[in-house]
């Protein structure tokens, strides 16, 4: 909770364009837990609005409504596209879900982001080809 207040006092500062990405407060540090440290804000969206100010939330929103319209078209589908699309919405959504404690896969180059961005990435590869063949 104390991280998430100075995101939001943070986010109130620079509201459009933030601080820098991976910054969190004007000068990149924050006093918590009784010294002045570089932090995350343990909350991807807060981290992402304080960071890239509402610009660059706008580009992140855009970023996860793609491939969710592709998975959502993918649904509909047939069994083998059904499937690959409900993995990757189960990926998806885990990974929001995670964010909301952590910076789940907005974090550096880890095994988690890894794996969330190369299963979003097969699963929109194999799904788009075919939501575009129908025309959608």
Known sequence: AEMWQIGIESFALSPVIGHGNWVMTPTGMAFVW?????????N???????GTG???AALFLWAVVR????????????LPDRATAGFAAVVLVWFIVLGLYELSFLGPVSPVSVFYFVTLGLA???LRPRAQALGQ
């Open 34 to 42: 009784g010294e002045y440290q570089w932090e995350t804000l343990h």
């Open 44 to 50: 991807m969206i807060l981290h992402v609005l304080a």
């Open 54 to 56: 509402l610009i660059g």
């Open 67 to 78: 491939p969710l319209n592709v998975i959502r078209l993918g649904l509909r589908q047939t």
């Open 124 to 126: 929109c590869a194999r």
